[in-house]
Every structure is written in structure tokens, then in C-alpha cells.
């Protein structure tokens, strides 16, 4: 059964709250974590806003991406994937990045400009790390039409969900069928145990005669 980890809803109701945002580029509609065997498969839907444009090289990169493994993660026709230890997109955002972790990096590498509000499709890659997801930086790169009618770069920030930092728990195993010994006695606290009774039976002749003994040579000597 599919985890849901994060998702912003419709892709029409999303992007008509940034109607009157003058720049958004690419955004990540949703991120979800299915188990895929024993690792966990994070798809990605993003789209392209209504004021932007999207040319061969352009790229858009999901930050720290813990647990990430190579030659998984698969996207859609006319783009490439790479992964960055640091950076990976180009522009003057300023994404939280730990160099620990890989940045997953597409490409848009059609010859065709995509224009106006579309939906790229699902980018997706497997993690060793479990379904629990933490807050990183998604980072794009498109153009837009300035109002003199020029085309320019255009550089976005916004979040979507990663892998957490946090290893999977050993599986505990299923819990134990075997039912209690009903001939084994555990002794109340305070009680002696049986070895600690024989032991104490032991010793009470023993002093019993070592105080006869004295009584004795005391009466002697008087």
C-alpha cells in the first residue's frame, strides 16, 4: 500500500494560487514513497507554470536526497538525470545543501520549447532510507518574458520532501509463539529460593553446635 508522504493536491488548484506570481518556474506538485522491495521509491509530479518557458538545458534539482541509489531514478522523455554532491543547478538561489548528500539533478534536453502551464510527468528514484521524509530545497531553472519582451533566466526556490537521515529499524521478527512452562514456580520477591533454603538447613546444626560446644567449656571452667 502506497505511503503518502506529501501533496499539494490539483494540479489546476495548485497553479492557480501562483497566478499572481510574477516568477515560479517548475514546481513540485507531489512527492510520494511507495516500498519497492526493500528500499522506497519517491515519485515527483512537476509542472511548469503558466508564465514560464522551458528550453534544452534547463534543469530543476531535488537537494539531499539521503540514501539515494545509482542508476535508479527514471523520468520522462526528453530528459536526463545526474546527481551533484554540491549545487547541481546554476542560478542565484541559495538551496540548503549538505555535501554528504547527493542532489538529483533533470535536464531538459528536448529541442521543442515547452510554453505555458504543463505538466512534466513523474520523476522518481529509489532510497535506502524509510518513508519518513523530511522538508529540502527544490531548485528550477526556466525563462520568462520580461515586460519589454525579452527572454531571461529564471531562478526558483521552493520545498518539497526527501528521504530522512534516519536508518531503518531491524525487523524484530514475529513475537514468540511458545507457551510459559505452567510447572516452572518463580519464587515471590523476598522468599528464598530452594538452593538458598537447603544451604540455610545446612548451616543451623552447624552454629546450633558450635553454641553447645562453647556452653559446654564455660561450665567446665566454672
Given amino acids: 500500500m502506497a505511503l503518502r508522504i506529501w501533496q499539494f493536491g490539483l494540479a489546476a488548484v495548485v497553479s492557480a494560487g501562483y497566478v499572481g506570481s510574477a516568477n515560479a518556474g517548475l514546481l513540485p506538485l507531489s512527492a510520494n514513497a511507495v516500498p519497492d522491495g526493500d528500499n522506497f521509491r519517491y515519485t515527483y509530479g512537476v509542472m511548469l507554470t503558466s508564465n514560464s518557458q522551458l528550453i534544452k538545458g534547463d534543469q530543476f534539482a531535488i537537494y539531499d536526497f539521503n540514501g539515494f541509489i545509482d542508476g535508479s531514478a527514471k523520468q520522462p522523455a526528453d530528459f536526463s538525470f545526474s546527481t551533484a554532491k554540491v549545487g547541481g543547478n546554476p542560478g542565484r538561489t541559495v538551496p540548503n545543501d549538505n555535501p554528504e548528500m547527493p542532489n538529483l539533478v533533470w535536464t531538459y534536453t528536448g529541442d521543442t520549447p515547452l510554453v505555458g502551464q504543463i505538466g512534466l510527468g513523474n520523476f522518481t528514484a ?14 528550477s531553472k526556466t525563462q520568462v518574458e520580461d515586460p519589454n519582451g525579452e527572454i531571461r533566466d529564471e531562478d526558483n526556490i521552493t520545498h518539497t520532501k526527501a528521504p530522512a537521515g534516519t536508518d531503518k529499524q531491524p525487523d524484530p521478527g514475529p513475537p514468540s ?3 510459559p512452562d505452567p510447572t516452572a514456580i518463580t519464587p515471590p520477591a523476598g522468599v528464598p529460593e530452594p538452593s538458598s533454603m537447603i544451604l540455610l538447613a545446612c548451616s543451623v546444626p552447624f552454629v546450633a553446635g558450635v553454641f553447645y560446644t562453647r556452653n559446654r567449656r564455660k561450665v567446665a571452667a566454672v
Fill in 126 to 139: 529509489l532510497s535506502t532510507q524509510p518513508a519518513a521524509s523530511v522538508t529540502t530545497d527544490f531548485v
Fill in 177 to 179: 509463539t511458545t507457551p
